[in-house]
């Protein structure tokens, strides 16, 4: 390319140098946006350069001058502030669903819009991390597939699996695909779920993204608009305690009030304390009962007791005794 075309983009490789190179801490001089536009074949002058600024500037761009013993200039407003995108990339490192692999692109692109000498802080903040990853790289096709199929009101299908005890993949329902009507992603506990309406089971179910394989489009119309019809996402993963399964049941939890946050943190802001004593307080809640449940519950042992209904007390019980008796035969 002659130096004349080079020319034509003359301000995009200049507005290109402010993003990457200058920020608060390192402005850039003329001389520096001379010599970069240079070894690019591209000429240029300080009169140019000048008016260059100042056309970037009648664009929108915020370039900030810095006047000292060499006056500098630096590209102020950026898409994301340095904060949001340490947010951003700690969200990325805490995501189980998405793969190492995966996460070093996604921050690898969220650094570059931030220029070099942030980019470097936030290389550095992901090396403190070591979480474990999914190892589903097709999730990503899958989660197209599903806004594909939430976006057109259609149903799903697709193969799920677990894992057995020779860490070996075990499709579940014998290999049988799976055909539902999605209504919901929804990223819970470091996981992706799909929330959908199963008909077979004529209820709400949910689903781990990272263990479907093969989802498909089915061209038929969803079902389970009148179960959704007031559901809420955010109160639907409060009750499923850690997205396993289980009927749900309105349950009475007396707690100790040092457990006050930890009840807010589960249920939100919205659950009633009803106080028993200076050191206890009882709570109504709707909860999905499940082994993991009972082990939540469990955990916090004298500080929080299970006062109703009796058939879930009983459930909790049986549990205890079952876990007890593989060590009392030792």
Not at 48 to 63: N, V
Request: charged share 30%.
């Amino acid at each position: 390319m002659s130096r004349k075309e080079n020319q034509k983009i003359k301000l995009l490789c200049l507005l290109r140098f402010l993003q990457e190179k200058s920020d608060e801490a390192h402005p850039v001089s003329v001389a520096d946006m001379i010599a970069h536009l240079s070894s690019l074949g591209i000429a240029a002058e300080r009169k140019s350069i000048y008016s260059d600024i100042e056309a970037l500037r009648e664009y929108g761009e915020d370039i900030i001058t810095v006047r000292g013993k060499t006056t500098g200039y630096y590209l102020g407003a950026r898409t994301f502030e340095t904060a949001e995108l340490k947010l951003l990339v700690d969200a990325v490192q805490s995501s189980r669903f998405i793969t190492r692999k995966k996460s070093d692109e996604l921050i690898s692109k969220l650094a570059k819009d931030a220029g070099v000498y942030t980019a470097s802080s936030l290389k550095r903040q992901v090396r403190v991390h070591n979480r474990v990853k999914t190892m589903n790289e097709s999730i990503y096709y899958t989660v197209d597939v599903i806004h594909t199929a939430l976006s057109e009101k259609k149903k799903l299908s697709f193969l799920y699996y677990e894992w057995n005890g020779k860490k070996e993949k075990v499709l579940r329902h014998a290999g049988e695909r799976y055909e539902i009507s999605p209504f919901a992603l929804s990223w819970q506990e470091e996981n992706y779920y799909l929330i959908a309406y199963d008909e077979r089971a004529e209820g709400i179910k949910h689903y781990r993204v990272d263990k479907m394989i093969d989802a498909r489009v089915v061209p038929k119309k969803r079902e389970g608009e009148e179960a959704f019809k007031d559901f809420d996402a955010g109160q639907y993963a409060k009750s499923v305690f850690g997205m396993y399964g289980g009927r749900e049941e309105a349950v009475t939890l007396r707690c100790h009030s040092s457990l006050a946050g930890v009840v807010l943190d589960k249920f939100g802001q919205d659950v009633t304390f009803f106080p028993e004593n200076e050191d206890f307080f009882q709570i109504h809640v709707r909860v999905h009962i499940s082994p993991t449940f009972f082990s939540w519950v469990f955990g916090f042992g004298d500080k929080m007791k299970i006062l109703s209904p009796d058939a879930v007390l009983k459930e909790f019980c049986q549990m205890a005794e079952e876990v007890l008796k593989q060590y009392n035969k030792n």
